[in-house]
C-alpha cells in the first residue's frame, strides 16, 4: 500500500498485494509510488496539516495514475513505533453476528486471531481461505459394472490441482496401496475381476509454498470388483445348465432388486435363476391388474448350478419356472421383486 497527496492536499493511501503491507507517505509532497509490485488504491483518508480535499470522501475509493518522474519516500504504516505507526489489536476477536451471517471466512463464535494484526492485516485474513493442493483419479470402464470372471483394461487418469500449494514433483498410482505406476495415465492390463475390491489411487508429492507445507496429497479411491448375473427369460423348455441361462437376460447383483420379466406373445414357459444368497419376494402381473402371480411361479431346482463370466461353476443357485396351456396374446409384464 502506499500514499500519495494530490494537489489538493488529500492523501491517498493504496495497497500492495505483492507486498501485504501498507505504506504512508512520510512526507506530504509525495508522489511516486514504490518500484515493483501492483497497486491499488485503498481508501482516502484525512491529515491533520492538511484537510480532505471537498473532491473526496473518507473512504472513498479514488483510482490515479501517477507520473513517473515523480520522487519521493514511502514509510511502511506499523512498522514501529512514533506517529506512523498502525494500531495493532490487542487481544483476539470474538465475532458476534447475526443467525447466518459470516465475517468473510469467519463464523458466528469463531476466534479471530487479532493479537498484533492491523484492521486491514485482520480484513485481508477474513477474506483469504488457503485452499490446499488436491488429486483425483478417474478410471475408464467404470467401476461396478463387471461381472466376476470378466477380463478388461482399467485406464487410470490422474489430475493434480495446486490451489494455494506447491508444484507438483511427481506422482505414482497405486493398486491395493503398492506402488504399480510412477507416471500417468496409466493402463492395467489384464485385470481379472473378483469379489475383492481391487482399489486405485494416486498420489502426488507437492513443494510446498508460503501457505501450505511440501508433502503428499492423495486423491480419491477408485475400486474394481466383479458381481455375479441372474437370468430370466421366456423359454421354449426348462433351462438345464448354467450356459444355457447365460444365452436369456441377465442383470448384475448390483443392479437392484426390482426387475421386469416381459413374457412376449410366443413361449408358454417363463423362467428366472437367482443366486444363491438371493431369495423371491413376489412377483406381480403389471399388465393383469397388478395380480400377484408369485405362487404360479414354481423352484424347480435349488441347487442349480449356474456359471460366470470365464464359464466356472456357481453352485446354489434357484431356478424358478412359471408354465401355461397357451402363450400370451399380448407382451405381459412381470415385475419380480428379490431380497
Not at 48 to 55: H, R, Y
Request: with cysteine; hydrophobic share 35%.
Amino acid at each position: 500500500m502506499t500514499t500519495q497527496r494530490n494537489a489538493l492536499g488529500a492523501l491517498i493511501t493504496y495497497y500492495d498485494p505483492e507486498e501485504l503491507v501498507a505504506y504512508l507517505a512520510a512526507d506530504p509532497a509525495v508522489r511516486k509510488y514504490p518500484e515493483g509490485g501492483t497497486l491499488f488504491f485503498w481508501e482516502v483518508k484525512a491529515d491533520v496539516e492538511n484537510p480532505l480535499s471537498p473532491l473526496y470522501k473518507p473512504g472513498e475509493v479514488v483510482r490515479n495514475t501517477p507520473s513517473s518522474a515523480e520522487t519521493s519516500e514511502w514509510k511502511k504504516v506499523g512498522g514501529g513505533s512514533g506517529s506512523g505507526a498502525a494500531e495493532v489489536f490487542p487481544e483476539n476477536i470474538l465475532v458476534k453476528l447475526s443467525t447466518g451471517e459470516t465475517f468473510g471466512k469467519y463464523n458466528n463464535g469463531d476466534l479471530i486471531p487479532a493479537v498484533g494484526k492491523s484492521a486491514n492485516e485482520v480484513i485481508l485474513d477474513a477474506l483469504r481461505r488457503t485452499i490446499n493442493p488436491a488429486a483425483t483419479l478417474n478410471g475408464f470402464p467404470l467401476s461396478n459394472q463387471q461381472e466376476i470372471g470378466e477380463v478388461i483394461d482399467i485406464i487410470l487418469d490422474a489430475a493434480y490441482q495446486k490451489n494455494d500449494g506447491g508444484d507438483s514433483t511427481g506422482v505414482v498410482i497405486r493398486k491395493d496401496n503398492n506402488q504399480i505406476a510412477a507416471s500417468e495415465p496409466y493402463t492395467d492390463t489384464n485385470v481379472v475381476m473378483i469379489a475383492t475390491p481391487k482399489v486405485y489411487q494416486a498420489v502426488y508429492t507437492q513443494s510446498g509454498s508460503p501457505e501450505v507445507n511440501a508433502g503428499t496429497v492423495s486423491s480419491n479411491t477408485l475400486s474394481y470388483r466383479g458381481f455375479h448375473r441372474y437370468w430370466y427369460g421366456a423359454v421354449a423348455a426348462n433351462p438345464a445348465t448354467g450356459a444355457e441361462v447365460r444365452a436369456y437376460s441377465g442383470r448384475l447383483a448390483n443392479a437392484g432388486n426390482t426387475w421386469i420379466l416381459n413374457t412376449g406373445t410366443v413361449e408358454k414357459k417363463y423362467f428366472f435363476m437367482l443366486l444363491p444368497d438371493q431369495n423371491l419376494s413376489g412377483v406381480v402381473d403389471l399388465d393383469a391388474l397388478n395380480l400377484n402371480i408369485t405362487s404360479e411361479y414354481t423352484l424347480i431346482d435349488n441347487n442349480f448350478t449356474g456359471q460366470d463370466f470365464a464359464g466356472n461353476p456357481i453352485p446354489g443357485c434357484k431356478l424358478y419356472v412359471k408354465t401355461q396351456s397357451v402363450p400370451y396374446s399380448t407382451n405381459h409384464r412381470h415385475q419380480i421383486t428379490i431380497s
